[in-house]
Structures are given as C-alpha cells and as structure tokens.
C-alpha cells in the first residue's frame, strides 16, 4: 500500500483538482486529504503527510529541504503545476525522491484571459462599472478597437503562441521578443525587445521567470513605451519592479496596465498596484478554468498511475538522481 498524500485545502480543490480527477486518484491508492482550510507550515505538512510514499503537491505547496529530512519514506513528490521553485529539487536528489511536473494546459485559458484585459482597458469597462456600482454617473470616454492595434508578446512560449493565434484572428498585428526561438509563422514578426516596447499599443509580458528576466520590465522600459500603451502581466511578479510601474502610472508613462500576478502571496498582484485607478487586476485567475484544472489535476493522476506501475512518469525532472523512488517503485533509470 502506497499512501498519497494531496495538499489541496477544500476550497483550493475545488478549484485545482476537480472531484471526478480525485475519484481516479483515490481509485489507485489511499489518498489522505488535507482538511485544513489555511495553507500547511511545514510541520502541519510533515504530519500529515508522515508515512506516506507519494505527495501531489500544489503550486502552494513548498518543499524545502528540511521536508525530504522529515518525511524517510517519500519517494516522489507529483507537483499539480509547471513552477517546481519551491521544491528543493537539490534536497530531493540527496533524498532520492522523484520531482515531476504537470504540462501547460493553460493557454487557451490565459490567452483569453490577455484578451479580455485587452478589451477592458481600450474600453474603460471596469471603470464604468465599478462608477455604476457605486451610485456615480461614468465618465463617456472614446474606446479603442483591438483590430489594427499592434500586439508585443514578450516570451514565445505555449501561452504565446495560442496568444498571437487570437490575436491574429482578431486581424492585430503581432509583435513578438523572444531570443530562445527563432519564428518563421505568417503574421508573426519577430523583432528586439527594444523595438517592441517602443512599437507595441499592448505589451504583454509572458516572459518565464529566471534569473535573467529578474526586473525585466523596469523604469527605462516604461519610459520607452508610448504614452497610450497598456503593459499587461500574466507570467510572474518577479519580472517586473514594482515601484517603477507604479512611477509610471502616476507619471502616465504609461495608459494602464491589467496584472495577473505580483510579488504577494501566491503570487497575486501586490495591493498597492492592484488598488492604482489605472490597473485592472485579477488574483492569479489567468488559468483557472475548469479545462486548465483538468488538465494539470489529470497529469498527475497519470503520474502516479505510472509510478505504481513500475513506470517511469511523464514529467519527471530528476530520475538520474531519484534512487529511493526508483527502488520503491521498481523504476528504471
């Protein structure tokens, strides 16, 4: 018997690991479910997880070091996300444990999600409705059509990709800054990042989060954008410096911008940008639809399908170093 331990509070799996996805998780082991409803301290998680083989892991959810010490019989570690930062992948070689990830199934979600802050700041529709909601009359302003403006996606990964898709149905051109790729698609230019922040009406940042992109976005940056573009955010809080976005929108550096992420918990918008008159923000809700959560809840049910099996998991990170899985589990490295 192999006990699974999923961290997902109640109201977190509601949302991230849908009932007929656990159904098919308890189906191939015991699950143990966790039944608080705040985020898990460590020693709350080393307990409730304590004699457990398999923990699936949500992106809350960290793993440091300290975790694989306390936890002798954890073999695998199945995160319900692509981000592992905050597992100790290092800890978890020592350990012998096996680290896997869940593939993006979140680009349609995000890209519509992109979208739909496009429309609402060339628009002003939260505005008038937050002025309707509060008994005012709104402001009549003159709108901006998405047809004809120019999209600059920054980051040409899976979402922008699915991005520049839509926008080019959209009839928008298209913009793209990425120097891991080299693009040869038909509506797609790719150009410097200089060039596309200083040409873009919407600068949409999906850059990934490493060490090179820290501060990516930063005062210089929004100087060099023009004065009625909209920067929008929907990678991670580390890639922008908050204090010169917010410069800039006191400054009008910039027409607005619509944030996703930030550096507050959880990587949601940080509230003194989401609560700026020009920012439309949402807490980190770019992926969350039913299909997205799907998607990545199943991952891990076919992970740990795989595992039981004496298989090695798509998405495994570190199988060279996970000897204490591969032994449990009868993997081959």
Not at 217 to 227: P, S, Y
Not at 301 to 326: D, E, F, I, Y
Request: hydrophobic share 45%.
């Amino acid at each position: 018997m192999t006990d699974i331990f999923l961290t997902h509070a109640p109201e977190v799996r509601a949302n991230y690991y849908p009932e007929h996805t656990l159904e098919q998780l308890q189906a191939l082991d015991t699950v143990r479910l966790n039944d608080s409803p705040t985020l898990l301290s460590l020693d709350e998680l080393v307990e409730r997880a304590d004699g457990c083989r398999i923990i699936v892991a949500g992106r809350e959810a960290a793993a440091p070091a300290e975790l694989f010490e306390r936890l002798p019989q954890l073999a695998a570690i199945c995160r319900v996300a692509v981000d592992i930062r905050n597992i100790d992948v290092n800890a978890a070689n020592k350990h012998g444990v096996l680290v896997t990830r869940a593939t993006p199934g979140f680009d349609t979600s995000v890209s519509e999600w992109v979208i739909g802050v496009m429309i609402d700041l060339a628009r002003g529709i939260s505005c008038a409705a937050a002025d309707y909601w509060q008994g005012k009359a709104p402001k009549i302003v003159m709108g901006r059509e998405l047809r004809g403006a120019t999209l600059g996606i920054v980051g040409y990964g899976f979402i922008g990709r699915r991005l520049a898709e839509i926008a080019r149905l959209l009839q928008m051109r298209v913009l793209v800054s990425d120097p891991m790729v080299a693009i040869d698609e038909p509506g797609v230019e790719q150009v410097s990042f200089d060039h596309l922040v200083q040409t873009a009406d919407y600068v949409v940042c999906l850059a990934p989060a490493v060490e090179q992109t820290q501060n990516l976005f930063r005062r210089e940056v929004f100087q060099a954008m023009r004065r009625d573009a909209f920067f929008i955010n929907a990678s991670r809080g580390e890639l922008v410096d908050e204090r010169d976005l917010l410069e800039a929108l006191d400054h009008k550096l910039i027409a607005g911008c619509a944030l996703d992420v930030g550096r507050a918990l959880d990587q949601m918008p940080s509230s003194g940008l989401a609560s700026h008159p020009r920012v439309i923000a949402t807490p980190h809700i770019g992926g969350l639809t039913p299909e997205a959560s799907q998607h990545q809840a199943m991952d891990t049910v076919r992970q740990v399908k795989a595992l039981l099996a004496g298989q090695v998991p798509a998405g495994a990170v570190n199988l060279q170093h996970a000897t204490r899985a591969c032994s449990i589990f009868g993997l081959q490295q």
